[in-house]
Antibody, heavy 121, light 105 residues
Framework: EVQLLESGGGLIQPGGSLRLSCAAS????????MNWLRQAPGKGLEWVST????????YYADSVKGRFTVSRDNSRDTLYLQMNTLRVEDTAVYYC??????????????WGQGTMVIVSS | SYELTQPLSVSVALGHTATMTCGGN??????VHWYQQKSGQAPVLVIY???LRPSGIPERFSGSNSGNTATLTITRAQAGDEADYYC????????FGGGTKLTVL
């Protein structure tokens, strides 16, 4: 079964750091770009970052550029998001997602269940 | 930056047709994807590349895209279709609309 499972969320003070993980299973992880998206409480979806499958090229939303770093370990089928200098406005459910089912579509056809990050003093 | 505009809410009577729009400048030249998100759950892809349905998505779901408006249509609406619906395109990054809350009356 294809699956993504996020972990690492929690309560963190402003200015702190947190690392999220996303474990993939059921597909050839290194063949696909992986993405982080987030959803603040009661708000819509926001793309955060993308990392390509083999070249490890990375892309970031302006809102997190310079503070967040996406990486992947293809030997462990795991995606990471290192979040530094966290702000209250980073509070959200963080999802990892990919297009493993329809790779040419550009759409996110596989999502994890999400992990909650709360930035508060 | 590119913006997508969705109505905050749409209501539809049980068994009738729901139409949700996604507006953007010349959106007809882009590939539009639609997601359904039920309360407390992760989003699910329901339409990709304007009109295509993923496996497992009922034929009642359809999409179109032309000019400055993309549309998601749900025929014979069911109570289980109540959810938030988001449109998405790529424009120097992934861009999402603000979402439409569909209520089935």
């Amino acid at each position: 079964e294809v699956q993504l499972l996020e972990s690492g969320g929690g309560l963190i003070q402003p200015g702190g750091s947190l690392r999220l993980s996303c474990a993939a299973s059921g597909f050839t992880f290194n063949d696909y770009a992986m993405n982080w998206l987030r959803q603040a409480p009661g708000k819509g979806l926001e793309w955060v970052s993308t990392i390509s499958g083999s070249t490890f090229a990375t892309y970031y939303a302006d809102s997190v550029k310079g503070r967040f770093t996406v990486s992947r370990d293809n030997s462990r089928d795991t995606l990471y998001l290192q979040m530094n200098t966290l702000r209250v406005e980073d509070t959200a459910v963080y999802y990892c997602a990919t297009n493993a089912t329809y790779p040419a579509s550009g759409a996110f056809d596989l999502w994890g269940q999400g992990t909650m990050v709360i930035v508060s003093s | 930056s590119y913006e997508l505009t969705q109505p905050l809410s749409v209501s539809v009577a049980l068994g009738h047709t729901a139409t949700m729009t996604c507006g953007g400048n010349n959106i007809g030249s882009k590939n539009v994807h639609w997601y359904q998100q039920k309360s407390g759950q992760a989003p699910v892809l329901v339409i990709y590349r304007d009109t295509l349905r993923p496996s497992g998505i009922p034929e009642r779901f359809s999409g179109s895209n032309s000019g400055n408006t993309a549309t998601l249509t749900i025929t014979r609406a069911q109570a289980g279709d109540e959810a938030d619906y988001y449109c998405q395109v790529w424009d120097n990054g992934e861009v999402f609309g603000g979402g439409t809350k569909l209520t089935v009356l």
